[in-house]
T-cell receptor, first 113, second 109 residues
């Protein structure tokens, strides 16, 4: 089955630690995205990548970093510089441009202890 | 930056009734998309309507788009318990999809 996987589903982090969220897709999509969702709110774009070895900052990139070394993979690192990292993180991909339909993974819920 | 705004924020109806949600946006668009999110899950794409289209159907879903009013509506007919979810509209701004805060729909049995 084609789709997007995210791991882990739940993640707990101590203050001052960096953590990396995994996102893998086997849809052969060029574009991938990371969103943050806070309770009762819509999605906010953290980073996006339209092609391997290239990525751009979204609206709330501060305190986050990404890499895109393979087409299938787009990991997100939440660094200790992110002031309020507790949130639900969603990874998505699309065929071509971002104005096409986006396919989402199941999400990772990050909690800072 | 928030482009789309859904209305109402929450909607509770009886099973079998129709549910209508609205989305307003601020700038001109290439297309507008509706997504569904079940609690604690990822989003699922429902319908994409292009700026030159006025209405689109998919099963029990009907989406309309009025570019002169910068608004769209999503109608779910003959609602079912499984339709309980949050519904989001998203519009394209440059290279991004811009998301509203969503409408939380509850279907009462």
């Amino acid at each position: 089955d084609g789709g997007i996987t995210q791991s882990p589903k739940y993640l707990f982090r101590k203050e001052g630690q960096n953590v990396t969220l995994s996102c893998e897709q086997n849809l052969n999509h060029d574009a991938m995205y990371w969103y943050r969702q806070d309770p009762g709110q819509g999605l906010r774009l953290i980073y996006y990548s339209q092609i391997v070895n290239d990525f751009q900052k979204g609206d709330i990139a501060e305190g986050y970093s990404v890499s895109r070394e393979k087409k299938e993979s787009f990991p997100l690192t939440v660094t200790s510089a992110q002031k309020n990292p507790t949130a639900f993180y969603l990874c998505a991909s699309s065929k071509g441009a971002s104005y096409n339909e986006q396919f989402f993974g199941p999400g990772t819920r990050l909690t800072v202890l | 930056s928030q482009q789309g705004e859904e209305d109402p924020q929450a909607l509770s109806i009886q099973e079998g009734e129709n549910a209508t949600m609205n989305c307003s946006y601020k700038t001109s668009i290439n297309n507008l998309q509706w997504y569904r999110q079940n609690s604690g899950r990822g989003l699922v794409h429902l319908i994409l309507i292009r700026s030159n289209e006025r209405e689109k159907h998919s099963g029990r879903l009907r989406v309309t788009l009025d570019t002169s009013k910068k608004s769209s509506s999503l109608l779910i007919t003959a609602s079912r318990a499984a339709d309980t979810a949050s519904y989001f509209c998203a519009t394209v701004a440059g290279y991004q999809l811009i998301w509203g805060a969503g409408t939380k729909l509850i279907i009462k049995p």
